[in-house]
Structures are given as C-alpha cells and as structure tokens.
C-alpha cells in the first residue's frame, strides 16, 4: 500500500483541514474535490489538522467528535485510504518538533504579514494566543516534513504556502540542502465560495450564524431553505457579475460547481426568469449532490474511522521522522 509515496516515483501531495465545525461546500469544492481528483498522479496525503484547531477555543467532547466526522467526509468525498495516507497531525511527534525549529528561522515580521491572523484576531490582537500567531509556521511544517510537491487549498491559505516556501528556502541557505519547495495549487473557480448571507466574505465553518454555510451534513430541505434566503443583489437579472453583483455571483458560482454546467450555459438557461426561480432549481440540485454525499458518510463507523487513523499514521511516521532526522543533522542537533 502506498508505494507510491516511499519509492519516490509520484509526486507527493500533502493537504489537511482544521476539524474545527461542520465541512460546507466551500471546503469541498476549495479543497476535498481537488484532492480526490489527484489521488491517481500523485501519492497522496491527507491530515486532520487537530493541533491546528486548538489555536483557537474548542470543546473537547466536541474536537474528538470533530476528528472523526472530519475523516468520515473525506472518505464520504470519494477519498480511498488504499490509495491515500489519512491521519491525524497531533499523532505524529514530529509536525510540532520541526514546527519548533522553523519557529526559529521565522520572523515576527513574517507572521505579521499574515492576513488570516489580522482577520482572525481583530480587535484584540494582543490577547489571542501565540498558537494563533504561529500557526502558519506549523503549517509549513506538516507541509515540509514529507517532501511535498503540491499543496491543494482554497485561496485563503496562499499565503501560508508561500510562507512554508520562504521558509524552506532560508533554511536551505542556512543549513545546506534540507526541504523541498512545495507549490500551493489553487483551483480557480472553487477558490473561493462566498457566505450566503454575506457574500463579501468566504464562506467559513466558524461563521456566526449557519445561514452562512451550506453545510455538508445540511439535511436537503434545510439546504433549500438556507438558499431560498441567501441575500441576493438589487436587480433581478441571472448575470455573473463579481463585482456589481457578489451575491448572484457566489450563487451562480456554486450552481456551476453543484451541477458541473458552465456559469454561461446557467445565464443563458435563466435569461428573463427571476431570483426565485433561479433559487429553487438551485435548492434542488444542491440537494441532489448532498444526498448521495450522506449517505456514504454515515456509512461509516467510528471503529472504521480510527482504524483508518491509526493504520495512516503508522505510514506517515516514517516519512515524517526521516525529514526530521535530515533537519536536525542539517542543523548541529545530531
Ligand atoms: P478550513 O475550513 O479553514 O480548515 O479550510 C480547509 C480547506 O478548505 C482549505 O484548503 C481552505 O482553503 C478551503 N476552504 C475553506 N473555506 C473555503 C471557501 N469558502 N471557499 C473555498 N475554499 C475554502
Ligand atoms: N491552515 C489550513 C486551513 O486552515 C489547514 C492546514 C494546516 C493545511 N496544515 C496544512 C492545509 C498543510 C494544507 C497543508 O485550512
């Protein structure tokens, strides 16, 4: 199993999501369905980002349930663990003992770049944790311990690739030759999926309210409903207009996505039908995807779940201690 990672033949994809709420279909489309596509050119690995999601408040009842219903929709998505290494980051030693050491080649500089943390800690940027602060550092970690070629995410995290590139690049010029410099792979139109009911910022799992997000375990009709009252925009014309018309944009957007059709083939079939319709047809076909989807993922038990776990991290270990083993020699540690 995995052969493809250890004999160095595929490239090497690495990817993860924080099990931090509910998957919606911003993290499908951004991330989930990018990465089954490339499970047969590449060798693949995907990581529950549990260290990731501490960095800000979690239940931990909640987190553990979180972990696992995180596994479950990445299988529920159509990803094999035949085929592809799944585990969980804080199961492996290794992601926060290189994520120690990058902190020292990280600049404060670096991070107070960083636009997600700028978001993320508004108004009370002095009173967030420091884990919040470095985290993209963490990140560039999981990232850089196995060699990674690719790294398929939505746009948001962009800018935390780059930073794992410019920080495998000042190590290697320190220390001599020791990571590999990964490229972030963005999908154009699924970069970006907006909330439903404020279509000028992504639609995110830890929104305030769930009429932001269509949830991936979001029953049909609730689904629906959450569309029929997406906010829309003044006007009553089915036109793709970022910049005029955010809010028809996002819908036609994720029409396009739900129903594989062309957003111009989505006008042209709505031309001189109005919002309504338009809505309800997209409600219909948002469930005819959500279906199939949850039916496989309550198929699967948690017994399943941790198996799947434990076996991914038996072969991730490996890899990971390898890279950290070429680091800390690189470095004097050894
Ligand atoms: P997160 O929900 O922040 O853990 O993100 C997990 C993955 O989903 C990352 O690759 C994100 O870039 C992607 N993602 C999250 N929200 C969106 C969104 N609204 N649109 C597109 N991709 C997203
Ligand atoms: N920071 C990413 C997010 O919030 C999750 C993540 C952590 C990740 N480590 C990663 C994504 C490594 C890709 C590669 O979405």
Known sequence: MNNNISNGVKKIVFSGVQPSG???IGN???ALQQWVDMQDKYGCIFCVVDYHAITVKQDPRQLNKNIINTVRAYLASGINPERSIIFQQSDISAHTELAWILNCIARISDLNKMTQFKEKSGDSRENVGVGLFAYPVLMAADILLYNTDAVPVGEDQK???????ALARRFNAQFGHTFKIPE??????????MGLDNPAKKMSKSAASPANYIALTDKPEVAAKKIMRAVTDSGKEIKFNI???PAIANLLNIYALLAGKNIKTLEREYAGRGYGDFKKDLGKVTGEFLSPWQKKYYSFSDEEIKKILKAGAEQARPLAKATLIKTKKNLGLI
């Not at 972030?184 to 999926?193: T, V």
């Open 28 to 30: 499908y489309f951004g």
């Open 184 to 193: 972030a792979i963005i999908k154009k139109e699924s970069a970006r999926i």
């Open 22 to 24: 509910v998957l919606h």
């Open 159 to 165: 800018q935390h690739v780059e930073l794992s590139r």
């Open 243 to 245: 910049v005029k018309r």
